[in-house]
């Protein structure tokens, strides 16, 4: 496992995850057989994942106002956080752990990391009354603890003025094992994409 330092969003950051799944697209991952748009989304993210191999280059990185001003609230989140749980959050770039990895918003300590989403009120108000894990978070945090090899994870929704919500998740070992199988797979699907589009030449 190897853990790199650099500020999430450089070059550097965008070379590190380069050709390989992250936890971030975990979610992608497992939709093969789960309808046509979903396996289609796979399917996309397996060619660019292609591309970065082949040409050796990062694809470029989607964002929009909402991503810009969640990673400007990230911070803010991440304020509210360490000082309500007593503890000082370590920023890294990206972890590398074989042919998959991950971005952690945070490490905590030896065993724990942070997982931080900023929501508009109403969906900050949602994740609120459902007081859980949301569904569509699962892959992430699941494959964060996969890859980082850590014990807990505690996922942070946030919006100003509106209460913080933390959720704190625990490794679920058979949902690991699942994620696993069907990283392997889609690492093997990717590794065949490359010979063949190598072999056009």
Not at 53 to 78: C, L
Not at 167 to 175: A, F, K, L, P
Request: hydrophobic share 40%; glycine share 8%; net charge negative.
């Amino acid at each position: 496992m190897e853990i790199v330092t650099c500020e999430q969003g450089t070059p550097e950051w965008l070379a590190a995850r380069a050709g390989i799944p992250t936890a971030s697209m975990f979610a992608t991952v497992l939709a093969k057989g789960k309808g046509a748009e979903a396996s289609k989304t796979r399917s996309t993210y397996m060619r660019k994942l292609a591309g970065e191999i082949i040409t050796g280059e990062p694809m470029d990185s989607f964002s929009n106002a909402h991503m810009e001003r969640g990673h400007v609230m990230e911070s803010e989140a991440r304020d509210a956080y360490a000082f309500l749980h007593d503890t000082r959050p370590e920023q890294i770039g990206f972890i590398r752990n074989g042919t998959k990895g991950c971005s952690p918003d945070s490490l905590i300590g030896g065993a724990g990391m942070v997982e931080i989403k900023t929501k508009l009120p109403h969906l900050q108000i949602e994740v609120l009354e459902r007081g859980t894990l949301p569904p569509e978070h699962k892959a992430q945090c699941q494959g964060a603890l996969w890859v980082a090899e850590r014990e807990w994870i505690d996922f942070v929704s946030y919006w100003p003025k509106m209460p913080l919500f933390v959720c704190r998740v625990t490794r679920d070992e058979e949902y690991i094992a699942t994620l696993s199988d069907a990283v392997d797979a889609f690492n093997d699907e990717l590794a065949m994409l490359v010979d063949r589009v190598r072999a056009y030449a």
